[in-house]
C-alpha cells in the first residue's frame, strides 16, 4: 500500500469514460463548444483492466464512473460488464441525467445502486443557459425512474451568483420531497476559472451564504462523516439530509484519498495539480510488468496532492472526470 506522510492513500477510484459530452456547463466549458471524444480514447477494456490494476496496486476499493458525460460513451455497455467481476466494495455513476432513462437496465445490471446527478435549477430557462444543452424534463424522468427502480440519488448542484442562486431552496425541498440528497459544490477554480479571477469570484457562493439561505427555511444540524469524506454533511430533522463539498471554504486535502484515471489513459493524483502520469502502455501489459510500474507512478501521483488547500487548476473537469 503507498502512504504519504500524512497518513494519505489511494481509495477511491474515479474513471472518466470519455471527454466527450451532451452538455456545455458555463463553469466546465469555456466557450460553449461541445467537447467530443478524444481521438486517443482507451478501450473499455483496457479502462477495466487499469481499474483491475489500480485495485492492486493501490488498494482501491470504491469506484466512481464519470466524464465527460459517461452515458454517452459507447464503451459504457463493454465497460460495465468488464468492471462487473472485479472485487470492489461499491460502484457508483456522476451524470448529468440526460441519458438516465435510457440507460437504467445496464446500469441496474451492473449492481450500480448509487449514481449522482448534476442539476444546477429546476427553472427550464435556466437550465438551458448554464447547460448550454439538455433538456430538463428528461433529468426529471430520469431520476424518477431510477428511485422507483431503488437507485440512492444524490443530486449536485453547483451554487452561483447571478445564476441560480434563488434556485437553492426550490432544489432543496425537490430533493427532500423525494428522498434525493442535493449536495452543495462550491464553485472551484479549474479550467477558465483557475485564470479568470474575476469570473470566479462573480459567482463563487460559499458554505456560510448557503448554510444562511438554508437556514431561512429548515432547522438543521451537521452530522458525521467518514475522515475522507469531501462532503460536510446536514440532517434536517424529520426531513432528511444535505450536503456542502467546502473545497474553498473547508478545503479536505488532508483526507484525500482520490484518484483519477482518464479516457486516454493519465493518471491524476490531485485536481489541484497539472502533474499526470500516462498509464495507457501500461494497461496493455501483463499484469506482472504493469504492476511494478504503475506503482512507481502512484508513489509520484500521490505526492502531486496538495497539502492543505485546493488552490486551483487549469485542467478541465470533463477531461479528467468530475
Ligand atoms: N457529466 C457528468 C455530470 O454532469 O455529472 C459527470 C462529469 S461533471 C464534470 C462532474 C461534476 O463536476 C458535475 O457535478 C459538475 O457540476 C462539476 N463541475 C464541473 N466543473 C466544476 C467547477 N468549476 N466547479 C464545481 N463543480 C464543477
Redesign the pocket.
Known sequence: MIVDRQGRRFRNLRVSLTAA?N?A?T??VPNGKRLVAAQDELSAQALARGVAYLIEAAGIERLRI?????LVSPRLDGFLAAIAKLPLDDISL???GQLLARKLPALHAAGIRRL?V?LDTLDPLAFRRIARGGDLASVLAGMQRASEQGMRIKV?M?PMRGQNLDQVLPLLDYCLERGFELRF?E??R??H?ASDRNAFLQQFVGLDQVLGLIGTEHAFEQVDVPVDATALRYQIPGKGHFGVIANESVPFCRGCSRLRLSSTGWLHGCLSSSNRHFVGDLLEKPRHQALPALQRLLVKALADKQDVAFSGGVTV??VI??
Open positions: 459530452c452538455y456547463c463553469y466546465c464519470t466524464g465527460g458525460e459517461p456522476t451524470t448529468n449522482n448534476s449536485n453547483v459544490i464553485l472551484m479549474m479550467g476559472l473537469m470533463k472526470g468530475g
